[in-house]
């Protein structure tokens, strides 16, 4: 079975803090992505990688940033964590033009 | 013209009801039309998808129409269970942006028994 794995399930940070949210994958996906996803917006793209090292903004990468060092890994960082950042973030991978596999998501509150 | 838009945003159906869900698409380009299904507390999983060269895909009790005319595709679940409650999300994608997926608002489905 395909595993995304992202390393909370829940988090509570404050505000300013630095705050990195990792992924790791382990089916060999060329591609990585990450979401959040809040209620009536559905799934908003922030970031996504097709390749290691390789980096492309998504719809709302504002406060944001992410690295992959390594095929498996994908983190999503937040340069200083904001009340309006409490949210669901989702992990995803995938290879080209097949299904997305999800992690179960991290719950971050900022207060 | 990259927006993917879903209907309805709640949608609460009988046991053994049918429910349906609908999507409409602007950029003719798209040529990869997925559902997923959310349970509380989970990520989201491909329920079943389709490509516009067919009209009509169907899994078991979920069926995907798709319309290309109208640039439209929906989601029928056929005799509604309690464990069907779910959100569920629409998407589409093309190869010229290596497939990336753009997603419907999403739609929560509550099976009443």
């Known amino acids: 079975d395909v595993k995304v794995t992202q390393s909370s399930r829940y988090l509570v940070k404050r505000t300013g803090e630095k705050v990195f949210l990792e992924c790791v994958q382990d089916?060999?996906?060329?591609?990585m992505f990450w979401y959040r996803q809040d209620p009536g917006l559905g799934l908003r793209l922030i970031y996504f990688?097709?390749?290691?090292?390789?980096?492309e903004k998504g719809d709302i990468p504002e406060g944001y940033s992410v690295s992959r060092e390594k095929k498996e890994r994908f983190s999503l960082i937040l340069e200083s964590a904001s009340t309006n950042q409490t949210s669901m973030y989702l992990c995803a991978s995938s290879f080209t033009d097949t299904e997305a596999f999800f992690g179960q998501g991290t719950r971050l509150t900022v207060v | 013209q990259q927006q993917v838009k879903q209907s309805p945003q709640s949608l609460i159906v009988q046991k053994g009801g049918i429910s349906i869900i609908n999507c409409a698409y602007e950029n003719t380009a798209f040529d990869y039309f997925p559902w997923y299904q959310q349970f509380p507390g989970k990520g989201p999983a491909l329920l079943i998808a389709?490509?516009?060269d067919v009209s009509e895909k169907k899994e078991g009790r979920f069926t995907i129409s798709f319309n290309k005319s109208a640039k439209q595709f929906s989601l029928h679940i056929m005799d509604s269970q309690p464990g069907d409650s779910a959100t569920y999300f629409c998407?589409?994608?093309?190869?010229?942006?290596?497939?990336?997926?753009?997603w419907g608002a999403g739609t929560k489905l509550i099976i009443k028994p």
């Open positions: 998407a589409a994608s093309k190869a010229d942006s290596n497939y990336q997926l753009i």
């Open positions: 990688s097709y390749d290691v090292k390789m980096k």
């Open positions: 389709i490509r516009p």
């Open positions: 089916m060999d996906h060329e591609n």
